[in-house]
């Protein structure tokens, strides 16, 4: 029988990623999805509340959490304690703690917790990680720009305190150059911009160490770029070798030429990892991208710009 899924916080990427994923996983079935201002999915019930939903569906098998980061806790926490298993949107909480106190209820009851982070799902980002297996590297660069404009419309909260500001796309970033790279990476520097009538940063210049490396590991995080994305995660292995990913982690090179990659997709392989550890009642927790962007908070020199007007 398929798992009978709830979608809480119904807005871009649940229903982008979401929903096509899970009415495309004969795993799956959505079951019910929650939005406080009732733009809920057509044909299944909508609740204004997680609470509601967990009362009032019948059958329920999981929840995936699609809020902004700073509501997730709070409500997985209730999903938990109602028995259900939880797929989290990344990142999987505003802080460290949150995500272990999440996992250490989800192992006490044997349920369920996975913490996604969709840009580790491209194949090319698995083929680079296999290449740079065992690997010493010279040097990593990392650079995501993009428009805030294009990407975050009106999105108020990405501003707020514990809306992560320009580390919300340059999390991708990390959860891919933490999958990647063969060792521990660490921040080292951090210059943080703040527009001057913002709380969250919208670009930043990192540096970081890294346990296998020898050179330069930078990365540069934008938001006030126009005329197309720029994502991508260059690195110089000791022995001389180049791997290019780029278009966020879809698309490899090594030493200029193209690595053909197939896969099913970002959101149909969650969905289908989700399926795999709900049959196993095991979990999945990564928490390696979000204790980077605690570090470059961490670290971080305050550097104000211009203000930003939506
Ligand atoms: P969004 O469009 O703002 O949607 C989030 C939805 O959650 C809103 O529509 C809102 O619906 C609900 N919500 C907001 N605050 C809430 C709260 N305090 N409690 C309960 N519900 C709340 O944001 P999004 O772009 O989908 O991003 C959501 C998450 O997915 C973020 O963590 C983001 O990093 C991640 N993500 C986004 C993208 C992307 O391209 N947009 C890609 C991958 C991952 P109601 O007001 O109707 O309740």
Avoid at 45 to 64: I, Q, W
Avoid at 165 to 184: E, K, L, Q, Y
Avoid at 258 to 281: C, H, M, N, S, T
């Amino acid at each position: 029988m398929a798992t009978r899924v709830g979608i809480v916080g119904y807005g871009k990427i649940a229903q982008d990623q979401h929903v096509p994923a899970i009415e495309g996983n004969p795993h799956f079935e959505l079951a019910a999805t929650v939005s406080r201002s009732r733009n809920g999915h057509p044909g299944v019930p909508c609740f204004t509340s997680h609470t509601d939903m967990l009362r009032d569906t019948k059958d329920l098998g999981a929840v995936a959490i699609c809020t902004p980061p700073s509501a997730r806790y709070a409500i997985a926490r209730d999903c938990l304690d109602a028995g259900l298993p939880c797929l989290l949107e990344k990142p999987p909480g505003v802080t460290l703690g949150e995500v272990e106190e999440l996992k250490k209820v989800a192992d006490a009851r044997g349920l369920t917790l996975f913490t996604t982070w969709h840009a580790q799902h491209n194949p090319a980002v698995t083929a680079a990680a296999e290449a740079l297996k065992g690997k010493t590297v010279e040097t990593m660069r990392i650079t995501w720009r993009e428009d805030v404009r294009k990407w975050h419309p009106g999105q108020a909260w990405i501003w707020e305190p514990g809306g992560f500001g320009v580390f919300d796309p340059g999390i991708n970033a990390f959860s891919i150059a933490t999958r990647i790279f063969p060792g521990t990476l660490w921040l080292k520097e951090a210059e943080l911009l703040y527009p001057e009538n913002r709380q969250s940063p919208i670009a930043a210049h990192l540096a970081l160490s890294g346990s296998a490396a020898t050179g330069e590991i930078a990365a540069e995080f934008d938001w006030r770029h126009s005329g197309g994305e720029a994502w991508d995660i260059a690195v110089r292995t000791a022995d001389g070798e180049t791997i290019l990913l780029s278009e966020g982690g879809s698309k490899l090179s090594r030493n200029g030429e193209q690595v053909a990659a197939q896969g099913p997709g970002e959101y149909p392989d969650i969905y289908r990892e989700f399926a795999a550890l709900l049959d196993a009642k095991a979990s999945h927790v990564d928490v390696a991208p979000l204790r980077l962007c605690a570090e470059a908070f961490l670290l971080g020199r305050r550097t104000m710009v211009e203000p930003f007007e939506d």
